[in-house]
């Protein structure tokens, strides 16, 4: 069974930093497209980070400069650096592997205060 489960999420001031996980298990995120998304209130959800299989990465305008995405083999998670936060950030974040069915994690909150 695939399972992704999110850390780090949490309540940060603007211009902090902030480090979201996924651990992921039945998968090897090292073979597959792993995302990050996140939804507002009201708001759609909308892609914040990709990184592809082959180490590739691709970010929204929104968050460019200021986050990044990477895995780690050994420990089969994914992570997102936030840098520079600001309070348009803040969201449910969630974790995605990119199948031909999507796998979502739970989603963590990240606040960010002004």
């Known amino acids: 069974q695939v399972q992704l489960v999110e850390f780090g999420g949490g309540l940060v001031q603007a211009g902090g930093s902030l480090r979201l996980s996924c651990a992921a298990s039945?998968?090897?995120?090292?073979?597959?497209?792993m995302a990050w998304y996140r939804q507002a209130p009201g708001k759609q959800r909308e892609l914040v980070a990709v990184?592809?299989?082959?180490?590739?990465?691709n970010y929204a305008d929104s968050v460019k400069g200021r986050f990044t995405i990477s895995r780690d083999n050994a420990k089969n998670t994914v992570a997102l650096q936030m840098n520079i936060l600001k309070p348009e950030d803040t969201a449910i974040y969630y974790c995605?592997?990119?199948?031909?069915?999507?796998?979502w994690g739970q989603g963590t909150q990240v606040t960010v205060s002004s």
């Open positions: 039945g998968i090897i995120v090292s073979s597959r497209v």
């Open positions: 990184i592809t299989n082959g180490g590739n990465t």
């Open positions: 995605a592997a990119i199948m031909g069915s999507n796998i």
